[in-house]
């Protein structure tokens, strides 16, 4: 019996992943193999756990001033009907609390077509209070919903996100993939390789980039806020952050080794975000993420 992983968003990532957007939701299918971000009803129960080490926190195409690398775990249940149920906590690497947050959801998966698969979920964020001040701490509530098109040749998908908590927004993320796996073992008949090659591009408000700034440990100069000792002689920005507009485009090579059970993933992810507001110092980017998945079916 062969497997295929799917990954919504929850994170993110991102439980903070970076996955398609900042928010990775985990949910595990019996298929074929083993893989990233595929989408398939599920065929039995099963239990899934793994964690990772994320060498920055992203947020819908955004980070912070500071970097702020990470370690997660998750867990997840799939029901035979189509429905899962998930949490995974976070550590940011450096600061005190051992747990920094907290995530907890459920979805369901679904079929319209052969070719046609959807999701919706629902994830609840939860921070510590003493936790380092990541990006996406303004939000403590996504309602995500995917719809997936295989065209046989590649995967294309279009992932709705509403955000809510102090601020309120909304994301379009496009993905466009192609699963690639070797025909050939690494050391036994049971072992491959697999790629999966992804194009993205994120739209979306970002109300939360000036609730961010103005409660930050430090300022950036976003809708009215200045940087501490700067004085009147910088000027207001007024920057329209409700504003539907192209956040961040990126590339992401997944490399994954996988046996029947588990799977050990390493990924880069090349990022542009664009339209980044203020001094928040967002720049042409490289993400590094490694993650271990292990399978128990029931």
């Known amino acids: 019996m062969k497997y295929f992983f799917v990954s919504l968003v929850f994170l993110l990532f991102s439980a903070v992943s970076a996955s398609s957007a900042g928010i990775a939701v985990f949910a595990i299918i019996g298929k074929s193999r083993l893989v990233a971000d595929t989408d398939t009803t599920i065929k039995k129960a099963s239990i899934t756990v793994g964690g990772g080490y994320g060498s920055d926190v992203q947020f819908f195409g955004r980070t912070g001033p500071i970097k702020y690398p990470y370690l997660n775990t998750y867990s997840i249940y799939n029901f035979k009907p189509g429905i899962f149920i998930y949490a995974s906590g976070i550590n940011v690497l450096g600061y005190f609390p051992i747990v920094d947050e907290v995530d907890l959801g ?20 939860i921070f510590n209070k003493d936790a380092a001040y ?6 403590s509530n996504d309602i995500n919903f995917k719809n997936t098109f295989d065209w046989k040749f590649a995967k294309s998908s279009v992932v709705f996100d509403y955000l809510f908590g102090k601020e309120n927004d909304y994301f379009l993320t496009l993905n466009t993939s192609k699963y690639i796996e070797t025909d050939w073992s690494i050391f036994d008949d049971k072992d491959f390789l697999s790629f999966n ?85 967002n720049r042409h980017e490289v993400f590094f993420n490694l993650t271990f998945y292990y399978v128990f079916f029931k």
């Open 106 to 125: 459920a979805g369901y998966l679904f079929r319209y077509s052969k070719q046609f698969s959807g999701s919706i979920s629902y994830t609840r964020f």
């Open 197 to 281: 090659p992804t194009v993205s591009a994120i739209l979306g408000t970002q109300n939360f980039v000036a609730e961010y700034a103005s409660q930050a440990r430090f300022r950036v100069d976003v809708d009215n806020t200045f940087i501490p000792g700067g004085g009147p002689s910088i000027p207001a920005r007024n920057y329209n952050n409700g504003r539907f507009n192209a956040l961040n485009y990126s590339i992401k090579l997944p490399i994954a080794y996988n046996r029947p059970h588990y799977t050990i993933e390493a990924s880069w992810k090349y990022s542009v975000p664009v339209d980044v507001e203020g001094q928040l110092g």
């Open 134 to 139: 990541v990006i996406r701490s303004l939000s």
